[in-house]
């Protein structure tokens, strides 16, 4: 089954680019314009595995140690599917990009990255994914709940997006059907690969940690009940499509935002470590990759 190219401008799923993702793009064509290289690099590690990452920064792990030389997707090299491709000692293809959206496994992302899904092959034997926070605009939704300070003083942005329904909820439910279809399109493209679904992390802890990270208790709880949501959403198509999911949110749990920097597997909104803002850090990369080739070696 082809996942459906669809239009950005028509797609409910596909909204127009959070502020953040535009600076990481921004970042990003500058960067390639001083590099002077726009080709995809694969990590190579010796192994029979054929192995191929997609998704989001959330799997890309920008500004974590270790740029890979193709800077244009500020793509780390010790990034998860990095250390999955360790352990299992497997060839990678990491096709990962920060900023990129479902439509961007069959679109070129920016205009000039190829599609994601170019990486897959009837020889590849092993997909990872995560993908769908940038559908949904997580990031900038997470930058609009900031307060600096305490209630009553600010706006409460779980009151503002649920005065008429959920709208993170529906969101996510809007994009269930996609992920699902790409699903499909990634069994048709590699269709003796293993794929893998990883979900999203804990990113901060019930009731937050104002005003170590500025976020109001109840925005904190909205959000990561929201994040939880959209995990949920890609268990169950997961499941429902033939792939494992992989919980990363519970890997991270007592990891998040509001830990002491030796224990923090993502960085808040000033982070403590070398690591994109809201984003999983070294360590948190290193704990996803090894819980993700902990269950491919399980599985077999």
């Excluded at 999911?245 to 998040?256: K, L």
Aim: glycine share 10%; proline share 7%.
């Amino acid at each position: 089954m082809e996942f459906p190219r669809t239009s950005r401008r028509n797609s409910a799923p596909h909204r127009r680019r959070s502020t953040s993702d535009r600076a990481l793009r921004w970042a990003a064509a500058l960067a390639v314009a001083a590099a002077g290289c726009l080709a995809p690099v694969s990590a190579q590690a010796a192994g029979d595995l054929d192995y191929v990452a997609l998704g989001d920064s959330a799997a890309a792990g920008p500004l974590v140690p270790g740029p890979d030389p193709n800077v244009a997707c500020l793509r780390s090299t010790r990034n998860y599917p990095r250390v999955v491709a360790e352990r299992l000692g497997a060839r990678l293809h990491d096709a990962t990009c920060s900023g990129a959206e479902i439509a961007d496994f069959t679109e070129r992302q920016g205009g000039f990255l190829p599609p994601q899904f170019d990486a897959l092959g009837p020889g590849t034997d092993l997909v990872t994914v995560t993908v769908g926070g940038n559908d949904v605009d997580l990031v900038r939704t997470a930058v609009g709940c900031l307060n600096a300070f305490p209630e009553p003083v600010g706006r409460s942005c779980a009151d503002a997006l649920t005065s008429d329904g959920d709208e993170l909820a529906r969101r996510i439910d809007g994009i269930s059907g996609h992920f699902g279809a790409a699903l499909d399109d990634i069994a048709h493209r590699a269709p003796h690969a293993k794929i893998v679904v990883a979900g999203y992390a804990t990113y901060i802890r019930p009731g937050g940690c104002y005003p170590k990270e500025p976020v109001w208790a109840r925005d904190a709880d909205y959000l990561q009940a929201s994040v939880d949501r959209l995990s949920g959403m890609l268990a169950e198509q997961a499941a429902a499509h033939g792939a494992e999911f992989v919980d990363i949110g519970a890997v991270s749990r007592g990891h998040d935002v509001c830990a002491a920097p030796r224990d923090k597997y993502l960085e808040g909104v000033l982070p403590t470590s070398v690591a994109a803002p809201l984003h999983p850090n070294g360590r948190g990369m290193a704990a996803f990759g090894t819980a993700i080739a902990d269950a491919v070696q399980r599985s077999g």
